[in-house]
């Protein structure tokens, strides 16, 4: 099967997250503390080889071959969308929307993303803010500059971590809205990283996975 995210059994202090994967089009939901959530993230996109502890390994699996965590191939394959940290404040939310292009270096798909970014700020709303600068947003501009990287960058797979939350009602609503547009338009697999099962995203998981900190007792179930 191509497009799928699979990663390797993970010790994190007393915390064991349990080896498992993610096909494309499949929404995976994984329940687990916020120091675990970075911890797993950083090792998500942190170079990974025989030497990393535990010998730790996460990669993409695609028709062309797999994608080790930590490779330019695998970060512009594997979207993120991380809570408070979608905005650089002195660049313009243009920018921001292409710095994960900037970072790489790739000029065709700088070109290519750069053509598209009028039909995706139209879609997560800020057409007219892209040459603001960034500065102090709200919870909601910061979400919707993750979503609208991840609609540029087309991932097979994105992770996202409760982007959603401390946001007012009206936003709330509004960006369930933009997000569940927006995955249907890409058909991208989620990972989705919750402190609690009751978060509120509205999605429909095909599974969840529970990890228990400071025990080691994972729980799997369907459905939710």
């Known amino acids: 099967m191509s497009d799928v995210l ?45 030497s990393c502890a535990d010998n730790w390994k996460m990669w993409l699996q695609t028709d062309s071959g797999l994608q080790m965590s930590g490779s330019r191939e695998f970060s512009m394959s594997v979207g993120s969308m991380i809570r408070h940290r979608g905005l650089i404040a002195n660049l313009s939310l243009r920018e921001n929307l292409l710095l994960p292009f900037l970072y790489h270096e790739n000029h065709t798909r700088l070109e290519q993303a750069a053509d598209e970014l009028v039909d995706v700020a139209n879609l997560i709303g800020l057409t007219a803010a892209l040459d603001e600068k960034a500065g102090e947003r709200t919870t909601f501009t910061h979400a919707l500059i993750s979503l609208g990287r991840c609609l540029l960058i087309k991932p097979a797979i994105i992770v996202a971590q409760e982007v959603h939350i401390g946001m007012p009602p009206e936003h709330l609503e509004q960006f369930k809205d933009i997000s569940m547009s927006a995955l249907q338009r890409l058909g991208s697999g989620l990972l989705y990283l919750t402190a609690s099962p009751e978060e509120g995203s509205g999605l429909d998981y095909a599974r969840t996975l529970t990890v228990k900190a400071e025990h080691k007792d994972i729980q799997s179930r369907k459905g939710e």
């Open 6 to 50: 699979h990663w390797d059994e993970l010790h994190l202090g007393h915390t064991l997250i349990p080896a498992s994967h993610v096909a494309h089009g499949e929404f995976v939901r994984l329940v687990m503390n916020y120091p675990c959530q970075y911890a797993f993230m950083q090792h998500m996109f942190s170079p990974c080889d025989e």
